[in-house]
């Protein structure tokens, strides 16, 4: 038998090889892989609410105190008119995706029928002794599409047992447990360390506190001065560092013994995602009192840029009044503040700007293109082709357009990335700098005097392995004086507030050990 020829064998291996080159060639390129530390659903969740009510309310509305003794008498406790359904239709109406009720102050006074104390709104003559203001602002918030948070203060100045470590955590826990399985979903537990001069010593096991927290309710948020989930900024300004990273240690940290600046900036190396939440008040106070008044509209939306604009969630304290209503003077400051942030942001410069990239990865793959960022959406984003030298994106604006607000955002659920970037425009025929900032995270807002341009370039000039950018949005400003204006400068850290934490206690062995405190 005469042997087949070869050049059939040959001709059937090119045709093999040419078929399978195509197939590999109309493959997907994959996404790139993420840096870790990355959030939890849980805490992706927490981070796109942004920002969040806190509901500073009890007996002290009514002694005009902050820090109660723990022997005031429940009768005082009698609000004329308390409305959750108000302080949630108010909520909703301004802009805020959570709120989160002090439902036990260091006073100790229940605000929910606790089976674990007679001091309560069961001893109060508020509805004959049958409210329960925990549950009405649970029914508020699943009325008004909004997450419950609850605060529940590990300092009870009432409780007899507190000092006794072993009844006290068991006292405790038996409280936490009692809100969190009769008001539904909560989504974020509030803890501080806060304690008096003077106080017993205590000592408080959170990291049994921790696990029984997620063991009920396993979507919820803690926070704490460490943790778990989310962390104090270091400060009740409500003001972040310029530089503020999402990655944090927590092994690194000792509840109560804050280092101010770590818990303001985070940590580039962190091991663990612990996003800051910026607290403040929109009074002097923590509480209501008739004497103050509340921050401007202009004031709180320096906080929102450098908190929210800053990679944190903001928590704004507004504390119900003796009727049990958010005052008069507080809403109206809440509905300018809304008002404010609506006109500077619904309008985006860049939204029809033509956007090209340095490289884009997938040898231009549409899923990874530039014009990605003209999307507010962390879920669509640009990325680069691996390995490159530089990293660029460059705007097209159509037309010269005046702007003093920059926004950008990262794929946070990709890990957080860019170690500091900046931005030029094409002024007068060459590109100047006109801005340029640490970290980016959810989400960063950056100031500046008003530019007038129509060829503008990102550059981001330091990275966590490859930038992905998911928004660049230019807005405009009226209410901030940015011609006199330093978003790095930490003076503005030195906002007058009254003082929540001064400790110096140690944390061993998952325990909190007592030390003391100034006044909130």
């Known amino acids: 038998m005469r042997p087949r020829p070869k050049l059939r064998c040959c001709f059937h291996l090119s045709l093999l090889l040419t078929i399978s080159t195509l197939h590999c060639s109309s493959l997907l390129v994959p996404p790139p892989l993420p840096i870790l530390p990355i959030p939890t659903a849980s805490q992706l969740t927490w981070q796109q609410s942004e920002m969040a009510m806190f509901l500073h309310f009890g007996p002290n509305t009514f002694t ?6 723990g022997h005031a008498d429940p009768s005082v406790f009698c609000p004329a008119s308390l409305d959750t359904r108000q302080w949630a239709r108010i909520a909703k109406q301004t802009g805020f995706a959570r709120m989160v009720l002090t439902t036990k102050h260091h006073d100790g006074f229940c605000l929910w029928p606790s089976a674990y104390t007679n001091y309560s709104v069961q001893s109060s003559p508020w509805l004959d002794g049958q409210g329960d203001v925990v549950g009405d602002l649970a029914a508020a918030a699943e009325e008004f599409g909004l997450q419950l948070g609850l605060y529940l203060s590990p300092w009870d100045r009432h409780e007899p047992c507190y000092g006794n470590t072993r009844d006290y955590n068991e006292h405790y826990l038996g409280q936490m447990t009692e809100l969190l399985t009769r008001y539904g979903e909560v989504k974020e537990v509030w803890l501080d360390g806060a304690k008096g001069e003077g106080a017993k010593d205590m000592d408080y096991y959170f990291d049994q506190w921790f696990k029984l927290i997620h063991q009920l309710q396993p979507n919820v948020i803690i926070f704490s ?44 190396k962190g091991k663990n995602w612990v996003p800051a939440e910026c607290d403040v008040s929109i009074r002097p106070g923590w509480f209501w009192h008739s004497s103050e008044k509340p921050k401007s509209a202009t004031t709180l939306l320096d906080i929102y840029y450098k908190s929210v604009g800053r990679n944190c969630l903001l928590i704004l304290n507004v504390p119900p009044n003796t009727s049990g209503l958010i005052s008069d003077e507080d809403l109206q400051v809440l509905k300018e503040f809304t008002n404010i942030r609506t006109a500077i942001f619904s309008k985006n410069q860049a939204e029809n700007a033509i956007v090209c990239a340095s490289s884009v990865r997938g040898d231009g793959d549409t899923r990874f293109d530039a014009s990605n960022v003209l999307e507010e959406s962390i879920y669509s984003y640009w990325a680069p082709e691996e390995g490159q030298s530089e990293w660029v994106l460059s705007l097209e604006l159509g037309k010269f357009i005046s702007f003093n607000v920059l926004q950008m955002q990262e794929p946070i659920q990709m890990g957080q990335r860019v170690i500091r970037f900046h931005l030029d425009a094409l002024v007068d025929g060459e590109y100047k700098m006109i801005v340029n ?41 009226s209410f901030s004086n940015t011609n006199d204006l330093n978003e790095d400068d930490e003076k503005s850290l030195k906002i007058s507030t009254v003082v929540r934490r001064r400790r110096r206690w140690p944390r061993r062995h998952g325990q909190f050990l007592s030390g003391s405190t100034a006044a909130m």
């Open 225 to 268: 001065d460490d943790g778990p989930d989310s962390r104090w900024v270091g400060d009740e300004a409500g003001v972040a560092g310029s530089t503020c990273w999402s990655l944090f240690n927590i092994s690194d940290v000792e509840i109560g013994h804050t280092v101010e600046e770590y818990s303001k900036q985070g940590d580039p």
């Open 64 to 69: 005009d105190s902050e820090w109660g003794t």
């Open 437 to 477: 900032g640490t970290t980016i995270g959810y989400k960063r807002l950056v100031r500046f005097p008003s530019v007038e341009t129509r060829f503008l370039r990102l550059i981001i000039d330091e990275a966590r392995g490859d930038p992905l950018i998911s928004f660049v949005g230019l807005f405009v400003d």
